[in-house]
């Protein structure tokens, strides 16, 4: 009985504050406070004519799709490699790899920051951004696509090549297609990581901020908060969306190839 | 026969772990040959060899007088039958069993259709093409992986283990089946086992395999009759061994077993360089009688006690303790109509010959 108090405790705890995101999104009023002074959608409309809103939203999709691509691919190499080969040291590099994922995500912005403006003398802009996010995405992808490559059966990449196949056609026409649902989850989870990611974006961004930079720009403006919570309603409801894409895609793919779930990320 | 795999001296090394010993081996063509062994033998990496999975760290593999060196196995003219099957999950069973025909240039893709009900006729799988294969039970999924490998007619059919994963209905159905199918399309079969029984049922020939040496090579009868050395013998079906020692070595070999006494070995017994001295004498349980009231041995009789008695329903296995004779000796006896089974304790009277003697 204990537990179950603890963990309603826990539950509100955590998703509390974001209810009250949709709840003053869609309030009457400039100053978030209760009580409620009634229903709108001005806000919302607001985003729609906002066009440096729209520019730092480009600029977040360009670089979130970038970053789920590179780092997707990173990842494959990385958990085939895992995942079918015998080298010296695997569990070594396996695990400097996945390092940052635990490394703060302040000291990866500031050295970053250091190498490309200092060492390297690299204009800040996009492409800084999403080499950042490729590094902090990776080690998700090498995660969710461990399992996919992990629970493969070695014997299946053979059985083309006995059948025929070269080492590419194998690889495509039988480890991909069965590998497909985790690839297609590690690109939404790194879509979706990078897209809300501040910190990395707010060193690295350069002129053009990214959506997560420009809403804490409007942080300054009292007046525009019911537009931050308008825009942060939509966000949490896209990521609840890619979030539960990828997992269901995660589930087929273990289905698929039979293997045990050992639990994702939801 | 001719010779259609040749190995020559192959060797094998993981790092400082030696796989494979000196390998000589010629399979025929035709033939149904089983690579058996306790498992980490080296069986398995040898077929992968044959496969061109392996490569090679001394030594040659020719097939059909090729030199197999820098050939990959979608190059080679073998097919193989994997331990789990390899089932392609995502694809139908038909497209699972046309797999290899996409990079065959040389079938007309119109014949394909008629190729894979073909295919799968053989293995007793008609009208299953448009099933899923993960959807198919184990030995479905054995016949799918041999109607896949079949279609392309490979030279030489590799099977690692596919009976394993079956219950024992299954396997022994298989084992049948696997031998008509062989006899069949007349293509090499080369399987791996560490079923003594499968091996022995299945093959025209033998290869038990030690450590990653071949320990002997033969016909099933003779492996199981003359194996060569000890561990052979133990290895294959049950066999006794007593402690003896050969006075004379002539024309017949003569000598004295402990508990039996005397006994004489025709000339086509005989071990390769037999001497006289100490020796190792194994005789299988099955060769042993004991004899029951009236029943007189046809050449010698010793007396015994019944110390264990398992009873197989068909069968009888008495461990049977002999004076003089250090183990207790297994005696197999069929159980036949108003043949009595014997307790622990009683005496009996054992039959032997001479003539199921092996010397090591």
Known sequence: MSLR??????????????????VFAFNDATIIAFPLSGMTTEWFAALQTNKSLHAALGNSLIIAGCTAVFSTLLGMCAARAAAMSHFPGKGGITGFVMLPLVLPEIIVAVSLLVILRQVLGLDLGNWTIIMAHVLICTP??????????GN?????EEAALDLGETRWSAFRLVTLPLVMPGIISSMLIAFTISLDEFIIAFFLTGSNPTLPVYIWGLLRFPA??????????????????LLTIAEVFRRRGLARSGGKDTGGFL | MTDLIQLRGVNKYYGDYHALRDIDLTI???EFFSLLGPSGCGKTTLLRV???????????????????????PNKRPTNMVFQSYAIFPHLSVAQNVAFGLRTRKDIDKANHKALVEEALNMVGLSGFGGRAAHALSGGQRQRVALARALILKPKVLLLDEPLSALDKKMREHMQVELIR???????????VTHDQEEALVMSDRIAVMFAGEIGQMDDPETLY???????????????????GQVQTVGDTLDLTIAGFGAAQITPDQMPEGARTGDVSVGIRPETLAILFDGETARRHECPGTVDEVVYYGDMTYYDVRVKDVPQPLTIAMKNLIGRPVLDVGETCRIAWDDRALVLF
């Open chain 2, 50 to 72: 044959i496969a061109g999975f392996e490569g090679v760290s001394g030594g040659t593999v020719m097939i059909s007088d090729k030199n197999m060196k820098d050939v990959p």
């Open chain 1, 152 to 156: 493969l059966d070695p014997a299946m």
């Open chain 2, 28 to 30: 025929r063509a035709g």
């Open chain 1, 140 to 149: 998700f992808s090498i995660a969710i696509l461990n399992g996919a490559f």
């Open chain 2, 181 to 191: 199918l062989q006899r069949h399309v007349g293509i090499t079969f080369i399987l």
């Open chain 2, 225 to 243: 009759r003359r194996p060569k050395s000890r561990r052979v013998a133990e290895f294959i079906g049950k066999m006794n061994f007593l402690p």
């Open chain 1, 5 to 22: 108090i603890y963990a309603i405790a826990y539950l509100i705890f955590l998703y509390a504050p974001i209810l009250l995101l949709p």
């Open chain 1, 224 to 241: 525009q908060l019911p537009v931050v919570m308008a825009l942060g309603t939509i966000l949490v409801g896209l990521s609840i969306i």
